[in-house]
């Protein structure tokens, strides 16, 4: 196919065959580049209604958690980062550790089942603790003991692990909040399919330390829809320019 620039303005004009050709694929590209920014824009404004209703559940008042009526229905559009509530008694012998890198440095999540009136079952990940603290026996004044009512967001499971690494249940190796690998590692059984993530209400002897939840939702799509459409209005002009400079190399030849 022929080169853009094979032919100076002192050649022989360019073919309609080959013009046409190259302005097509620059017509086609064009259009496609708008495609793309047209997306980023519908993109854009999904990621800010989502942003504005996280907020909104975040910032309201809680409610109770979702009992097994309504668990085969839960999913993250329509329940992820909800406040809720629930009351019953932590089964502190059955908590598991997750390994954890937050804002306090690395560590781990202590993750600790909560037995509800009804037999139920709810895993709560009530916050951070570091290393050193990672066996329950260092921490045991931070024990919760009877009835208690713990107030966080409503999180979706995490299977299997991370990218990198894989949860191994058969060494307590924990790298993701499976709570559904957690609940049958421990024999236990009614096991909501989410977890709560505790609030920040002050653990006896100060730990866990709850209310670490990062709500980060990158939103570039403004720059991304600048970018495509920028590059369109260049491929347009491109295909404007190649239609003037051959129709003057056409008339400088007669």
């Given at each position: 196919?022929?080169?853009?620039?094979?032919?100076?303005?002192?050649?022989?004009?360019?073919?309609?065959?080959?013009?046409?050709?190259?302005?097509?694929?620059?017509?086609?590209?064009?259009?496609?580049?708008?495609?793309?920014?047209?997306?980023?824009?519908?993109?854009?404004?999904?990621?800010?209604?989502l942003?504005?209703?996280?907020?909104?559940?975040?910032?309201?008042?809680?409610?109770?958690?979702?009992?097994?009526?309504?668990?085969?229905?839960?999913?993250?559009?329509?329940?992820?980062?909800?406040?809720?509530?629930?009351?019953?008694t932590?089964?502190?012998?059955?908590?598991a550790?997750?390994?954890?890198?937050?804002?306090?440095?690395?560590?781990?999540?202590?993750?600790?089942?909560?037995?509800?009136?009804?037999?139920?079952?709810?895993i709560?990940?009530?916050?951070?603790?570091?290393?050193?603290?990672?066996?329950?026996?260092t921490?045991?004044?931070?024990?919760?003991?009877?009835?208690?009512?713990?107030?966080?967001?409503?999180?979706?499971?995490?299977?299997?692990?991370?990218?990198?690494?894989s949860?191994?249940?058969?060494?307590?190796?924990?790298?993701?909040?499976?709570?559904?690998?957690?609940?049958?590692?421990?024999?236990?059984?009614?096991?909501?399919?989410?977890?709560?993530?505790?609030?920040?209400?002050?653990?006896?002897?100060?730990?866990?330390?709850?209310?670490?939840?990062?709500?980060?939702?990158?939103?570039?799509?403004?720059?991304?829809?600048?970018?495509w459409?920028?590059?369109?209005?260049?491929?347009?002009?491109?295909?404007?320019?190649?239609?003037?400079?051959?129709?003057?190399?056409a008339?400088?030849?007669?």
């Amino acid at each position: 196919m022929t080169d853009i620039s094979s032919n100076t303005s002192h050649g022989k004009p360019r073919s309609m065959l080959a013009l046409a050709i190259w302005v097509l694929l620059l017509l086609l590209l064009t259009a496609l580049l708008i495609g793309l920014g047209t997306w980023q824009v519908k993109r854009l404004h999904w990621k800010l209604d989502l942003i504005a209703r996280v907020d909104a559940r975040v910032h309201a008042p809680p409610a109770a958690a979702p009992g097994p009526a309504e668990w085969p229905a839960i999913d993250a559009a329509g329940y992820e980062y909800k406040h809720v509530q629930a009351t019953g008694t932590f089964l502190n012998d059955k908590e598991a550790q997750v390994y954890a890198s937050t804002v306090l440095g690395p560590g781990y999540w202590v993750l600790t089942p909560m037995k509800l009136a009804d037999g139920t079952i709810i895993i709560v990940n009530r916050g951070f603790v570091p290393a050193d603290k990672r066996n329950p026996d260092t921490r045991a004044a931070g024990e919760l003991s009877g009835e208690t009512t713990v107030t966080g967001l409503l999180r979706m499971n995490e299977p299997k692990g991370t990218l990198l690494r894989s949860n191994v249940p058969s060494e307590e190796r924990w790298y993701s909040r499976d709570v559904t690998a957690i609940a049958a590692a421990r024999g236990l059984q009614n096991v909501a399919p989410y977890f709560i993530d505790a609030d920040d209400k002050k653990n006896p002897g100060g730990l866990p330390v709850g209310g670490l939840t990062q709500i980060v939702f990158p939103n570039n799509h403004l720059v991304y829809a600048i970018t495509w459409y920028g590059l369109a209005v260049m491929t347009s002009g491109l295909a404007a320019y190649l239609i003037y400079f051959e129709r003057q190399r056409a008339k400088a030849s007669r």
